[in-house]
C-alpha cells in the first residue's frame, strides 16, 4: 500500500473510467473526454475548450434584468429570469432554465433540457443534458451525468479545509491523489441526490446512485433505489 496521498496510478485498477460513470452521447462536449487519463482530469480541461470553441450568441431569452458578463452562449428555447449573473465564459444549451438569482461563473458548460435554479451557483463545472440544479445549490469544480437531480440545499464542496490537495478514495478503499486543489463531485447518470447534502471534496458518485436527505458523502459511494 502506498503512503496516502501517493499511490501511483498506473499500479491501480479500480479507477473508474469516464464511461464508467456516463453516457458520453449525452452531452455535446464529449470531446473534453478525449484521450484522458483519470475522469476528474476533464475539470482543468474545461477553460481552455470553451476559449477554443465558444462563440458568443444569445438565442434564447433573457430578462432585462439578467447580468451577462464575458464570453457566453445561450441556446435555443433557454430562459434566463430576472436577477441571474452570468460570468463568462460560460455555455449552455437548449431548452434551459436559470432561475432568479442563479450565478453561473468562470467555466460552466450546461448540457440541454437542464434547470439551475433559484440562487445556484456553478462553477468550472460541466453538466451533461437533463440535470435539475433547483433551489440554494453550489456545484464546484464537479461533473454531472445525464439526468442528475440535486435536491433543495445540496452543495458539492470543492476545497478541504485544509488547503491540502484532493484525494479520491475508490471503491476498495484506495486513495489517490488527483493533483488538483479544487475538486467536487463526480456524479454518475441518473443519480438522485436528496435536500441538503453536502459532498466533500472528491466524492464520486456510481450512476444510478440515491442519497436520503442530510447526508454528508466522501469518497467513493454506491446507493441503490430500494
Request: hydrophobic share 35%.
Amino acid at each position: 500500500m502506498f503512503p496516502l496521498g501517493q499511490a501511483h496510478v498506473e499500479n491501480v485498477t479500480d479507477i473508474p473510467r469516464s464511461e464508467d460513470l456516463f453516457d458520453l452521447g449525452k452531452t455535446e462536449h464529449a470531446s473534453l473526454f478525449d484521450s484522458l487519463g483519470q475522469p476528474w482530469e476533464v475539470l482543468p480541461r474545461i477553460g481552455g475548450y470553451l476559449r477554443d470553441t465558444l462563440e458568443p450568441r444569445q438565442l434564447g431569452q433573457a430578462h432585462s434584468q439578467t447580468v451577462i458578463e464575458g464570453d457566453v452562449f445561450i441556446g435555443e428555447g433557454t430562459l434566463i429570469e430576472a436577477g441571474a449573473l452570468i460570468r463568462g465564459p460560460v455555455w449552455i444549451g437548449r431548452n434551459c432554465l436559470i432561475g432568479h438569482g442563479a450565478t453561473l461563473r468562470d467555466n460552466v458548460i450546461v448540457g440541454d433540457g437542464c434547470v439551475v435554479g433559484h440562487a445556484a451557483e456553478l462553477k468550472n463545472s460541466l453538466l451533461f443534458n437533463g440535470c435539475d440544479v433547483p433551489h440554494f445549490n453550489y456545484v464546484g469544480d464537479s461533473i454531472l451525468g445525464f439526468g442528475v437531480n440535486l435536491g433543495a440545499g445540496t452543495k458539492l464542496s470543492n476545497v478541504r479545509n485544509d488547503r491540502r490537495g484532493v484525494l479520491v478514495t475508490l471503491e476498495d478503499g484506495t486513495r489517490i491523489d488527483t493533483g488538483l486543489r479544487k475538486m467536487g463531485a463526480l456524479i454518475g447518470d441518473g443519480c438522485e441526490v436528496g435536500c441538503n447534502v453536502v459532498t466533500n471534496p472528491g466524492a464520486i458518485l456510481a450512476p444510478g446512485s440515491m442519497i436520503k436527505p442530510n447526508e454528508t458523502i466522501s469518497g467513493f459511494y454506491r446507493g441503490r433505489r430500494s
